[in-house]
């Protein structure tokens, strides 16, 4: 087992066979339909292609030979049936003492296990042929780079958010006792935010890969007009190809996107055609992210992404839609967002000291709030500004001619702010005790100038927290104050369960109440 308790291969079941449970019995030709519609192409191609062209549908050079092909296709069918069947009766599962355990495999016996305390988050998933019968996928990720995932596939739909309530629950130290997955209600929710598909549609247009993809294609046609070669535009068709196919993903997974709060975290729903439903519980997520490309500046849409421990860093649409804690928002949307990852920001004025973090800028002198300020000092170390970012000293202004002004970093009492990017927009927000560790960093340039980055390394995932050409002394100060904020931090969490952080208190025997839409105000 390793550390966290995230996973196990090979261990005895500790409880009594009869707290096991299997899964539904469609689940494995859920799974394996693709194996079943090979069977079918292999031994069905030649017959449709015949019928097509108005021949007879069987050869009449097989007539011999066709009982053995139909007997061996009857025995291949009977087999990827039978190992379904295998599949199925020995897939168990079992909540019990602080854990959540998988068996699997009926010749190579497999148990994965997650702790329920380390549950970093819990996503039901349901791909098209899953929500037509009913069923979904329950995912629960732990911290250690995604690699251990617990999966449970499949179970009715109904089943299945019980049994995400029950692990919510326990992780959260609502529900201590033995009660079984139904005798825990699904947590309450409100609704806080949605993204219509017309905003969804506008900023994939808008994005970043559109422009590359303009600018492709004026570089397409200007060398095709050229060299008079129009056969240029045949080798791009799998480039538009896959541009369509990466258009219709990213739509597809950010389709119908909504976020709501309940007491057991924060819950987040999206897909066209293959839907999913995370669970965040507070507290889990180790650094969050919010860019402004610059055509978006135009109609104000926002981008949040975090890092959660479980999810990794690896590659690929799924889970850059899994690490999207919105897609593309107004500011109202970002500040409710910011609201419920870290309810206490730590300063008296957090949308004032937000809105600098997204739009702030530096006036020419070193200090400045929000888009300019007051000139003042000679700029020979990184001056704070009036909204409370200490930024890159004026002396380097030649590094980035751009971002010497928007460079900056705003400790506050919970959690650090990193702001950088002068058209590309972004902030950057780490609780203190999710700093793990930290580096500084100086090149031949840097040096000469005075100046340093501080990176701040959390769990893997796309946030990177970094922070840009500070001045030296101040960066070396900023090292060692949050080396000591983390660790107080870390000392006042006293708990994995994170209701009875936040409460303080033994965990109540019942579920709290999630806000009403007469309190849109609260969470």
């Given amino acids: 087992m390793s550390p966290d308790g995230s996973a196990t291969v090979g261990l005895p079941a500790k409880a009594d066979d009869g707290d096991w449970r299997r899964v539904h019995p469609a689940s494995p030709f859920v799974r394996g339909w693709v194996a079943l519609a090979a069977v079918g192409y292999f031994f069905g191609r030649d017959a449709f292609e015949r019928m097509l062209q108005?021949?007879?549908?069987?050869?009449?050079?097989?007539?011999?030979?066709?009982?053995?092909?139909?007997?061996?296709?009857?025995?291949?069918?009977?087999?990827?049936?039978?190992?379904?069947?295998?599949?199925?009766?020995?897939?168990?599962?079992?909540?019990?003492?602080?854990?959540?355990?998988?068996?699997?495999?009926?010749?190579?016996?497999?148990?994965?296990?997650?702790?329920?305390?380390?549950?970093?988050?819990?996503?039901?998933?349901?791909?098209?042929?899953?929500?037509?019968f009913g069923l979904a996928e329950l995912k629960f990720e732990v911290a250690d780079a995604g690699e251990s995932a617990v999966r449970l596939a499949y179970l009715p739909l109904d089943q299945a958010k019980q049994l995400r309530a029950t692990i919510l629950a326990r992780a959260a130290g609502v529900v201590s006792g033995p009660e079984t997955p139904e005798a825990v209600p699904e947590a309450p929710e409100y609704v806080v935010l949605s993204v219509p598909p017309s905003r969804l549609i506008g900023s994939l247009l808008l994005s970043e890969q559109t422009v590359g993809i303009l600018l492709g294609a004026v570089a397409s046609i200007a060398i095709s007009v050229y060299t008079e070669n129009g056969a240029i535009f045949l080798a791009l068709i799998p480039a538009v190809l896959g541009i369509g196919a990466a258009y219709w993903s990213s739509f597809n997974k950010g389709y119908n996107f909504t976020a709501a709060i309940s007491p057991d975290g924060i819950r987040l729903r999206y897909g066209l055609l293959d839907t999913q439903a995370q669970t965040l519980p507070p507290g889990r997520i180790q650094a969050l992210k919010v860019t402004q490309p610059p055509i978006w500046r135009i109609f104000g849409w926002y981008r949040m992404q975090v890092n959660v421990a479980g999810y990794g860093g690896a590659a690929g649409n799924e889970n850059a839609a899994r690490t999207t804690l919105l897609p593309v928002g107004m500011k109202p949307d970002v500040m409710r967002m910011l609201s419920l990852?870290?309810?206490?920001?730590?300063?008296?004025?957090?949308?004032?000291?937000?809105?600098?973090?997204?739009?702030?800028?530096?006036?020419?002198?070193?200090?400045?709030?929000?888009?300019g300020g007051t000139p003042a000092g000679s700029g020979s170390a990184g001056s704070t500004s009036t909204d409370g970012f200490v930024t890159t000293p004026r002396r380097a202004r030649l590094l980035a001619p751009l971002g010497w002004r928007r460079n900056g970093f705003l400790a506050t009492r919970t959690a650090l702010l990193i702001r950088s990017g002068r058209w590309w927009r972004t902030l950057v927000l780490v609780p203190h005790q999710r700093t793990q560790s930290m580096a500084l960093q100086q090149g031949p340039l840097a040096r000469r100038f005075g100046v340093a980055d501080l990176v701040f390394h959390t769990t893997a995932g796309p946030v990177v927290?970094?922070?840009?050409?500070?001045?030296?002394?101040?960066?070396?100060?900023?090292?060692?104050?949050?080396?000591?904020?983390?660790?107080?931090?870390?000392?006042?969490?006293?708990?994995?369960?994170?209701?009875a952080e936040v409460s303080g208190q033994a965990p109540p025997q019942s579920l709290p109440q999630a806000p009403t839409q007469e309190d849109p105000q609260h969470g």
Avoid: M
Wanted: aromatic share 8%.
């Fill in 54 to 132: 108005g021949r007879d549908i069987l050869d009449p050079n097989l007539n011999g030979r066709v009982p053995w092909l139909l007997a061996g296709g009857g025995i291949l069918l009977l087999l990827t049936v039978g190992g379904f069947i295998l599949s199925w009766y020995f897939t168990r599962y079992q909540v019990a003492e602080g854990y959540v355990r998988v068996n699997t495999g009926f010749v190579f016996k497999q148990q994965r296990q997650a702790r329920l305390d380390r549950v970093q988050a819990i996503d039901i998933v349901q791909p098209l042929l899953a929500r037509i």
């Fill in 341 to 371: 990852v870290l309810p206490d920001p730590g300063v008296e004025d957090p949308e004032r000291v937000f809105t600098s973090g997204l739009e702030g800028l530096a006036g020419l002198g070193g200090v400045a709030g929000l888009g």
């Fill in 465 to 499: 927290p970094r922070l840009y050409q500070a001045d030296v002394e101040q960066a070396v100060q900023l090292f060692d104050q949050q080396a000591a904020r983390a660790r107080e931090a870390r000392k006042r969490q006293t708990s994995e369960q994170w209701l």
